[in-house]
């Protein structure tokens, strides 16, 4: 029966009219993890936020990837319904894709291993790409960077981004390939959603996450291409391959900017982070953009 029904689908593709009324037929058509065009078709609009405000509203399957280029002053909303996402974020300039998140000077300026509220993430320039503007999950992680084919091949038995169990750095090379990028343009990343400790022998120690139905905010600085894979943590322990969707979404927060120079957003800055961001305007301004 099922070879069948196989067949016929086949037979009705066959040809160029059958394949262009099957395309057809599955327009308006949802599924549980898709991107919502226009965003503000989302099913689960963020709480506070219009819906019609929206630039982009994703949900990212458990293995899956998305990217796109973001405007500075987006405010991106990253959330974990399930409590068992792991965001493995890259951030790219748009204008200069040679700049892009340096992990070790994320960590290195502000002084601080843990991600949280007020976090800067920094480019090698010394400029700041985004900062963590909110954080309900405090569980995160900076310092293992994402998985790799050769380690889940050994631990699940394959990495490959069409597998069960796909690598985070093959599904960010994904992302980078639609802008033109490729290999050496991945750095270390950084993951929301899944927490790393280090303790006093200099051990991680893995977290896990603080539950369902919590999220995280960054506010972009500049234009800049976001790519996102949604895969199991490097140090999760679990023997099967274990994620659960991520929701996405962003929409325009210019203010947030001028909010968060003053300390009237996440409190006062540090002095590392207000010299990043007076770094990061004098570049723009230098290139016309403010």
Known sequence: MTSDVSSDRASATATTAGAKAHARAQHGRTAD???????????????????????????VAPGGYTTAVLARGTRLRLSDPSGDACAHLLVHRADGPHERLNVADTVKVPWQAYLGVGHPLLSGFGRVLATVVADTSARHDALTGTTTLAGNEARYGSGTPESTSPAGRELLLLAALKHGLGPRDLPPSVSFFQGVTVDSDGAFTWQGSAGPGTSVDLLLHVDAIVSLANTAHPLDPRSEFTCSPL??????????LDALVAGDLVGPLGPEHRQAIANTDADLAARGVL
Do not use: C, Q
Request: no cysteine.
């Open 247 to 256: 929701l996405m979404h962003a929409w325009p927060a210019a203010a947030d």
């Open 33 to 59: 993890a898709m991107r919502h065009v226009p965003a503000s078709s989302t099913p689960t609009p963020p709480d506070g936020v219009p819906a019609a405000d929206l630039v982009w509203s994703e949900t």
